[in-house]
């Protein structure tokens, strides 16, 4: 005798069938939210999102919350959705931690932060007010910009502007605006944040200023604009004169900047004998 199926209903066909449906919405929900692409990677560059972690390569998308680790020697250049670029140095970590982005309204919430090593940050179409970049001591306010920064071990900032403008301000929300090319911003560890100037070698203890900041003077995937170069930092102090400030000159042909030309001293020549 063969049987036919009987279909079963009451009270628990009705709990797993809730069941179900409210387990769908729930998996979109967790589903990591694409923000963004890996431009270029040099070395080892690591993206952790909760509790896995993968090694990144040219043209894997990156996400919200995700955390991008690099090691020694290591970068890595991104590209977001509103054409935000973000290039990350040696020794570093930087958080995603939010990015929501409406391309109509040009309009959003961009939050990225710094926990240490070097960075540059290229903002892009959405409005001013959407970013915010943060670090331990301090959070940075963007007014259509290039900057570059680097956070130590101990949560020490130092911004260097190339373009446009920032505004840096510490926990206690005092804040001081950046809109001087080629001059820094520093925060230090209390809170204690200076105003725009040239660099100082005692800040983030005593790190060179080539190893904070490692994009100056080169031209990366994402901005190969070179906008001034490592020779304009002599002696661990800005030069004035880059690129337009007055106070300086370039030499063609030299490739370097100085304060002014020094006549070349020569030694006198021996007078010749006649025989």
Not at 56 to 71: A, C, F, N, R, W
Not at 176 to 200: P, T
Not at 251 to 270: K, L, S, Y
Request: a positive charge.
């Amino acid at each position: 005798m063969t049987y036919a199926p009987r279909m079963v209903s009451g009270p628990a066909t009705l709990v797993l069938s809730a069941l179900l449906v409210a387990a769908a919405p729930v998996t979109a929900l967790n589903t990591p939210l694409q923000i963004g692409t890996t431009f270029s990677v040099k070395k080892d560059v690591v993206g952790k999102l909760e509790s896995s972690a993968r090694a990144l390569k040219k043209g894997d998308m990156v996400h919200q919350e995700e955390i991008i680790e690099t090691s020694n020697e290591s970068e890595g250049e991104f590209v977001f959705q509103d054409d935000t670029k973000l290039a990350v140095g040696p020794n570093a970590q930087i958080t995603l931690d939010r990015f929501v982005y409406d391309p109509e309204k040009k309009d959003g919430d961009i939050i990225i932060n710094a926990t240490k090593g070097a960075f540059r940050f290229m903002s892009g179409s959405a409005k001013k007010t959407a970013y915010t970049i943060k670090s331990p001591v301090a959070s940075i306010g963007v007014r259509g910009t290039v900057f570059d920064g680097y956070v130590n071990d101990e949560g020490e900032i130092a911004v260097l502007l190339m373009d446009g403008a920032v505004d840096v301000c510490n926990a206690g929300r005092e804040c001081n605006s950046l809109d001087q090319k080629g001059y820094f911003i520093h925060v230090g560890r209390r809170g204690v944040i200076s105003r725009a100037v040239e660099w100082n070698g005692r800040w983030l203890g005593g790190v060179g200023v080539g190893r904070a900041f490692p994009f100056v003077g080169r031209r990366l995937r994402i901005d190969p604009r070179v906008r001034f170069r490592r020779a304009d930092l002599i002696g661990g102090r800005l030069v004035r004169g880059v690129r337009g400030v007055p106070g300086v000159r370039r030499v063609p042909g030299v490739g370097r900047t100085i304060n002014r030309a020094r006549p070349r001293i020569r030694a006198p020549r021996a007078p010749r004998l006649r025989r």
